[in-house]
């Protein structure tokens, strides 16, 4: 018996070192991998599936799914035309350059998100749907439910940097799914290769609709929390699969797992016919479509958009008058403060990174070298030097944090006038990530951000 215990022994000691030899390929906190078939719903890849993940630029799928529903519903055509406001053509790369005041019709808005990843033409079509590109995320998010996407929640239209959106693989699949049930007169936009606007040709950030048989879709992403993101579909005979691969470390590594997980996935269903034989042994919630009740409710919803948009014009004159005080306005009843709202803080934090060259946000394609404790929390951008000291000194009692390096840090306008940006300084990344979201549960509006030197590939 004794020679049969030490053999246990050493069998299980090299299961363990295999083990941790292959721990590396996956040891990253960012990935997770899903991989399911589109008409039966059924799984057949998972790694970390219902862990919560930044989607980054996969957030323009739903920002397409809510297009598309516009379209369905007869809101809107193809020709239709979509006004840029000056805030949608303030947003940083990746951007078409569109020019305040202009117009831009739905189709290109499609071929542009799609391909180009757009994220000015985000922000045309969330302001053209719903007013704004806060309240057009707060819809985001309640699609999202609706669909089943139960740990998926949006603050942009584009997915740029930001600390509160968060989705995962699984949820990702399921909107992947849902855009190929819901919308197959539009899918084909998915599998564009390119796409030509102003005279420039751009391709696509997909590699796979290119280097795979049968893929024809659907969006990659990027940013420096996510990683390098993917949901494909493809097709092999009678079989559509979705894949999703989250938290790569390059474009080329996440290209190669997604095609290693496909290739996997279509192998055993060639095995084993029946896997998959049932059609809709899943069915996919019903879907919502746009009815006269939408329209109502929409409506209804005038009186506040309109109370939000009298929000930010006073938010804006006290930060465009540094010499005056947050003030108090009867037909809000509340003190405006500049770091009021998400909306508001996220709408300054783009206007002040398009002032400074865009340090603050990522594109696909870029690299960047970081500091280890060079990140930063933001609580907001505000008219004063003295108003920017006070809530900070507020935020560090509030959310204990009155042991970490503060600074009140100076940003000049182009109209002459300055913004005082309120920050906690020197954390690494997870000590800011952790901030954060501290702040974030005692009601105290941030995000992280880290002083990056860009170099484009």
């Known amino acids: 018996m004794g020679w049969v215990f030490r053999c246990v022994i050493i069998l299980g000691a ?255 269903i060639k095995r084993k016919p029946t896997l998959v034989a049932a059609l809709y042994r899943k069915k996919p919630a019903p879907r919502i479509k746009p009815t006269l009740l939408a329209k109502l409710e929409r409506d209804a919803n005038d009186a506040a958009a309109k109370k939000d948009q009298l929000r930010r014009e006073i938010m804006t004159a006290a930060l465009v008058q540094p010499s005056i005080a947050p003030p108090v306005d009867d037909r809000l009843g509340v003190l405006i403060a500049a770091a009021d709202t998400d909306d508001f803080n996220e709408f300054e934090r783009t206007r002040i990174a398009a002032l400074d060259g865009g340090a603050e946000f990522v594109g696909e394609g870029d690299r960047q070298y970081v500091n280890e404790f060079s990140w930063t929390v933001q609580i907001g951008a505000y008219s004063t030097k003295q108003l920017a000291q006070e809530e900070l000194e507020a935020a560090a009692i509030k959310g204990g944090l009155t042991n970490r390096t503060r600074a009140v840090i100076p940003a000049p306008r182009a109209d002459g006038t300055t913004l005082y940006r309120a920050r906690f300084m020197n954390l690494s990344e997870i000590e800011a990530a952790t901030a954060c979201a501290g702040l974030d549960d005692k009601g105290v509006s941030c995000f992280v951000a880290a002083d990056v030197e860009l170099v484009a590939q």
């Open 14 to 268: 090299m299961l363990t070192l295999a083990g941790i030899s292959s721990a590396p390929a996956h040891a990253n906190s960012k990935y997770a991998a899903y991989v399911i078939h589109a008409d039966t719903g059924d799984v057949l890849f998972d790694r970390y599936s219902t862990a919560r993940r930044y989607p980054a630029s996969l957030t323009k799928m739903m920002t397409l799914y809510l297009l598309f529903e516009e379209l369905d519903a007869g809101e809107l055509t193809l020709q239709s035309k979509l006004k840029v406001s000056a805030r949608a053509a303030g947003q940083p790369p990746s951007k078409l350059g569109l020019k305040a005041g202009s117009t831009i019709s739905v189709e290109t808005a499609i071929e542009a998100l799609v391909v180009k990843s757009a994220n000015d033409v985000a922000a045309v079509v969330a302001e053209h749907i719903s007013g704004s590109e806060w309240r057009f995320a707060k819809k985001m998010t309640a699609k999202a439910r609706a669909l089943g996407m139960s740990r998926t929640r949006f603050r942009n239209a584009s997915g740029l940097p930001n600390s509160k959106p968060v989705t995962t693989a699984r949820d990702m699949a399921v909107l992947g799914q849902r855009v190929v049930q819901d919308f197959p007169q539009y899918y084909h936009y998915f599998s564009a290769k390119s796409f030509t606007w102003g005279g420039r040709t751009y391709a696509s950030h997909n590699r796979l609709v290119n280097t795979y048989s049968g893929a024809d879709g659907i969006k990659t992403g990027y940013t420096r929390r996510s990683g390098f993101n993917l949901v494909t579909t493809a097709v092999k005979g009678d079989n559509r699969l979705i894949g999703v691969v989250l938290g790569g470390r390059t474009s080329r590594s996440r290209d190669r797992h997604m095609r290693d997980i496909l290739n996997k996935a279509f192998a055993s």
